[in-house]
C-alpha cells in the first residue's frame, strides 16, 4: 500500500516568487492536511481538507493556500515568497476527519528554501 | 489557544537506562498522539491514546495518558541506539488539527 507522496521533495525559490506543492494521499485516504515544521516555530498547522472542502485553518496569512481535488490530492500553494517561508512542509492523510483512534500518516515532505 | 509543552527538550542518556519524557497540554482533550522523527526524515507514528488511563506499550517505549492532569508519558526501557530521534507528542481539539510539543530530541550514547 502506498503512502503518502509529495512532490517535489526538494526546492529553491526566490522571493517574491510563488510555489506550489503537492499531496497524494493514501488510497481511500479523503482527509488531507498540512504542515510547517521551521526549526524557530516547529510543526504549525496549515489547513485540513476533506471532500474538496476546507475544514480547519491555521494561523498563516492569506499567502498561504490550499485545495483537494475530487480524488483527494491536494496542493498548497504560498505566493510573495518570503525567506521565513523556508521551512519542511508536511502533507498528511487519514481516513475520517475526526481521526476516529485511526492515526494521521505523513509523507515525506517537500523542503522549500527561499533565497 | 492550545498549547503542548514536552520536557525535556534535549535528553541525553546511555545505553541499558531507564528514562521518561512528559507532554503536558493546556485544554482538555480525549486524544493524544505521539510521533517518532528521524534527522530530515517524516514523522512516523508511535502511538494513539484515546482515553484516560490509556497505556500502549511496543517495544521498549511505553505510553500513558492521564487526561485529567492533561500528560501524557512517553517511557524508554533500557534505551538502546536505534531510539535516537526526536519525539513529538501531538493533542487534537477538533479535525485533524493536530497541535504539536516542541520536540524531544533523543541521544542514545553507547
Known amino acids: 500500500k502506498a503512502g503518502v507522496t509529495q512532490t517535489p521533495r526538494y526546492l529553491i525559490k526566490t522571493r517574491g516568487q510563488q510555489v506550489t506543492l503537492s499531496c497524494s494521499p493514501i488510497?481511500?485516504?479523503?482527509?488531507v492536511s498540512w504542515y510547517q515544521q521551521t526549526p524557530g516555530q516547529g510543526l504549525q498547522f496549515l489547513f485540513e481538507?476533506?471532500?474538496?472542502?476546507?475544514?480547519n485553518k491555521g494561523n498563516f496569512p492569506g499567502r498561504f493556500s490550499g485545495r483537494q481535488f475530487s480524488n483527494s490530492r491536494s496542493e498548497m500553494n504560498v505566493s510573495t515568497l518570503e525567506l521565513g517561508d523556508s521551512a519542511l512542509y508536511l502533507c498528511?492523510?487519514?481516513?475520517?476527519?475526526?481521526?476516529?483512534?485511526?492515526?494521521?500518516?505523513f509523507g515525506e515532505g517537500s523542503w522549500l528554501t527561499v533565497v | 489557544e492550545l498549547k503542548v509543552e514536552q520536557n525535556p527538550l534535549f535528553l541525553s542518556m546511555q545505553e541499558g537506562k531507564n528514562y521518561t519524557i512528559y507532554c503536558n497540554y493546556s485544554?482538555?482533550?480525549?486524544?493524544l498522539y505521539w510521533y517518532r522523527q528521524d534527522p530530515g526524515k517524516s514523522l512516523e507514528s508511535l502511538f494513539v491514546?484515546?482515553?484516560?488511563?490509556a497505556v500502549k506499550q511496543e517495544g521498549r517505549l511505553m505510553a500513558s495518558l492521564d487526561t485529567k492532569a492533561r500528560l501524557s508519558t512517553l517511557h524508554i526501557t533500557a534505551a538502546v541506539h536505534d531510539l535516537s530521534a526526536t519525539y513529538f507528542c501531538?493533542?487534537?481539539?477538533?479535525?485533524?488539527?493536530?497541535?504539536f510539543g516542541t520536540g524531544t530530541s533523543l541521544t542514545v550514547i553507547p
Open positions: 498528511a492523510s487519514s481516513l475520517a476527519t475526526r481521526a476516529s483512534g485511526n492515526t494521521i500518516y
Open positions: 481538507y476533506f471532500s474538496e472542502t476546507q475544514r
Open positions: 485544554t482538555t482533550s480525549d486524544r
Open positions: 501531538a493533542v487534537t481539539l477538533t479535525g485533524n488539527q493536530f497541535y
Open positions: 491514546l484515546l482515553s484516560n488511563g
Open positions: 488510497s481511500g485516504h479523503r482527509s
